[in-house]
Every structure is written in structure tokens, then in C-alpha cells.
């Protein structure tokens, strides 16, 4: 998708004023979109989009996750990319599909909840509705108009508790493009792993045989949410 498609595409699905900021880090360059700029809290973001180093064409993994955990949108502090975006670049650097290089030079990441905030029960609390129906909206829009030859889908939403709140939109996403998505690992609960530094067993297991595990071919119900645990 190219940048006037991206643009008119958060126009008509995020109902208000939205910042695009440039990130950097570890060779990896791109941008964020982001609202309310504040220090440190509660701030949004609903897209993340990377290039992958000395890569300039290939193909896009888009990757839809739980919620961004550390980044600075504002002027006043530098973009920062945090250890799991740095884990998804590593997985996708490497991935192979039936067992071919995936092809892999950019990553967009996407969340179910767009709020900031490493504390999921925090950010459940403070999480704002019509800016969650944004990113719903957009999620939705955005995966639809990139479902192309060009690009790879995968699963990241690992085991949360709170997701249950929103298991009708995860259900949506998931049975629609169930049989396109990938996951670099499944979870004893069958959910698709996240790629979180506490997770380093898995992405260090996947980097020695790094297939990604197509979803629809795993089981025909995959869990898409978890009690606390």
C-alpha cells in the first residue's frame, strides 16, 4: 500500500487528529502513527510500518499483535522501537514458507488494542472506546485492502488476560483470514505466540528452524483468547 492509499485509508477510519512520526533503530527505519501526544501515558498508536536493512524490495509482513508495549511519539523524546518489535524484525529476516526464503523487506504491525501501555490491565482500564472502534475500523480496512501476493500475514497476540473484552473483533479478523495467516509459533493454548523478550525460548527455537506455521492448516477453531493464566 503507498502512502496516499495509507493516508486515505486512516482519514476515513480514525475520526481524529493523528501524528506520523518518524522511528528509527538497530538499522531499521520507518514510521508510526500515533494521537494524543503526552508524556510517557496513555498515548495511541494504530500503525507501525519498518523497513527491513539493506533490503528494498521483497514482500510485506504484516503483523497483528496485542498492544504497543513501549514508544514515544512526542518531539521532545526520540521514536523508540521496543525488544519486541526488534524480535519481530529477527523472525522475519529469517522466516521461510514451505521451506523458501519468505522475502521478507518490510513490516507493518498492527495491534487489537492501539493504547500504549506495557500493563494490560492499566490499559484496559484507561483504554479509550471510540479510539479502540478507530482501530478496529482500521485493522479491519487495512487488512482487506493489503490482501495481495505481496504480502504475509501473521498472528503475534500471544496470551493476554483482558482480551476476552474484545474476542469479538480478534473472532472477525481470525475467520476471515485465518487461512492466510501465519504464526512463527503456537502456544500450548493454541494461540499464536507474541514475539516479547519473555518469550525468548520460542524466537530462539524458531530462528533454528524458522517455518512459519500456517493457522488454518493447525486446527479448524484456533483460540484467539485466554483466561488469565
Not at 93 to 105: C, E, L, P, T, V
Request: proline share 4%; glycine share 4%; with cysteine.
Amino acid at each position: 500500500m503507498n502512502r496516499n492509499e495509507l493516508l486515505k485509508l486512516q482519514e476515513e477510519s480514525i475520526k481524529e487528529k493523528v501524528y506520523w512520526r518518524l522511528v528509527s533503530k538497530n538499522g531499521l527505519t520507518g514510521f508510526g502513527i500515533y494521537s494524543v501526544i503526552q508524556p510517557d501515558i496513555n498515548n495511541y498508536r494504530y500503525y507501525l510500518e519498518l523497513d527491513l536493512p539493506e533490503k528494498e524490495t521483497g514482500n510485506t509482513l504484516v503483523t497483528l499483535m496485542m498492544n504497543p508495549s513501549k514508544t514515544f511519539p512526542y518531539e521532545e523524546r526520540n521514536a523508540n522501537i521496543d525488544t519486541t518489535v526488534l524480535n519481530l524484525a529477527k523472525i522475519s529476516q529469517s522466516a521461510k514458507i514451505n521451506g523458501k526464503d519468505a522475502d521478507i523487506s518490510k513490516i507493518v504491525v498492527l495491534n487489537t488494542l492501539p493504547i500504549i501501555n506495557s500493563n494490560i490491565d492499566i490499559a484496559l482500564t484507561a483504554l479509550d472506546e471510540n479510539r479502540q472502534k478507530y482501530n478496529e475500523n482500521f485493522v479491519k480496512a487495512y487488512l482487506k485492502a493489503c490482501d495481495k501476493e505481496n504480502t504475509i500475514f501473521l498472528a503475534a497476540w500471544g496470551n493476554n488476560t483482558g482480551i476476552n473484552k474484545y474476542n469479538k473483533f480478534i473472532s472477525t479478523i481470525n475467520s476471515e483470514f485465518k487461512n492466510k495467516m501465519y504464526a512463527f509459533c503456537i502456544n500450548k493454548e493454541k494461540t499464536p505466540t507474541h514475539p516479547s523478550p519473555f518469550n525468548s525460548a520460542q524466537i530462539n527455537g524458531f530462528l533454528k528452524n524458522p517455518e512459519l506455521i500456517q493457522l488454518g492448516k493447525i486446527n479448524k477453531k484456533l483460540t484467539v483468547s485466554l483466561k488469565k493464566g
